[in-house]
């Protein structure tokens, strides 16, 4: 869209399309919290109050691959329809332990969960068949590059455990509608446009979409401070509902239930576990360091989840983790992660290790970029066993205390 395009229209778009009910939800009080600590957390991020437990609705239900995959959706108190895939093994009809798997940001919006989902048909290539949002499948660069190639809410299901994976605010089913981009956003997007047109590029409505949204999130970050929330407590918001989802669904244990993600998906993580006695343990992968460790090089390497107004007033990016009731938490660093600084991450492990009670932290440093590999994926996957005792234990190494010293 040109600048001549924006000054005939009419009427200037809006700038919370599918979420013009937004406003008047988070209007209502906040989430009440069980603890003073939570509520702390809670009052600071703004997170709006949820329903008890929504009301899903089932949507699909497959067997493939050794597990039964339900498409699951509910509505929240405002924006579009959550979708959720609802992921457990075949064959096992005593209580599972659950386990809630956060995507990650990744920089693409158009699709959340089914990230983490293996969809019956051509190895999820039909994932578009059930995006609301009608973006196609899932970028297969997204799953290699920072999964190691594994859907992981399938794969973990294939483990022993009941998996829930949803859209989060902003993302798949849950985000914002940009086929009217609001001007700010047309303004920022026109060149990488012209770049396309030069080359011949015919985009799809995912590469059209994801560019849009990452500028739009600045809107969005704006918008939630006009309201009294954040981008993180409501992304919270969605999580509690979800958590609350999982801890409903036949064959699933309330009495354990953990949660795990990586990147964007571990900060989401450290905000749940802080705010729900409901989780026991849990996983944060390639999420961790110091709020001085950001500055002055690594600040426009994140997102607003992890850039909070007001949070770093509580303490330091680690006492999150220190907030949480969980039993137990497993931290998972990259050494050569491009997105935090190793003397961060170092200086996060000794601060965890300092406050944390004995055998409640537990720290593992890896070689290797930004990714969730296969190998992390399986300490992840012992660590979750082992803590919330899950019926049968993977075959797979157990968690090394060691790794802390690499």
Known sequence: ????????????????????????????????????????LVDTLGVPPTAPVPKYRVDTETKHDGVIT????????????????????????????????????????????????????????????????????????LREELYGGR???????????????HDAFMWGSRGFGLEDQPWRTARAINGQQALWREAGVEPSSADLYNPAAADHEETVAKAATL???????????????????????????????????????????MVLAALSPLIRSYVVTCMMTTFASLLPAYLDAHSWLLHSPGLSKLGDWPDLVVRSTAGAVLVQYALADQLFPEAGMRDADAHLSQRMPAGRYTGSFWPGPHVFS?????????????TLQANEAPGFPSTDPARTAL
């Open 1 to 40: 869209m040109t600048t001549a395009d924006m000054a005939g229209m009419p009427i200037r778009p809006s700038a919370l399309g599918r979420y013009e009910d937004w406003p008047a939800y988070a209007a209502r009080k906040h989430f009440a919290a069980g603890s003073p600590s939570a509520q702390q």
């Open 227 to 269: 309201l009294g929330t954040s981008i993180a407590g409501t992304v919270a918001h969605d999580d509690l509902a979800a958590l609350a989802v999982l801890a409903s669904l036949p064959g699933v244990d309330p009495e354990r239930l953990g949660c795990t993600g990586f990147s964007g998906g571990g900060g989401r993580a």
């Open 374 to 386: 296969t190998a992390m994926q399986e300490e992840a996957a012992t660590f979750l066993s082992s």
């Open 151 to 165: 859907p992981m809410a399938t794969w973990l299901a294939q483990q022993g455990f009941a998996v829930l994976a």
């Open 70 to 141: 339900t498409g699951l959706s509910w509505q929240l108190g405002f924006g579009p329809r959550t979708s959720a895939w609802f992921v457990r093994p075949t064959g096992i009809t005593d209580p599972l332990p659950g386990i809630l798997a956060l995507h990650c940001h990744g920089g693409i919006k158009s699709h959340g969960a089914e990230r983490l989902v293996l969809l019956p048909g051509d190895e999820g290539n039909d994932a578009g068949a059930t995006t609301p949002v009608g973006f196609g499948p899932v970028p297969a660069q």
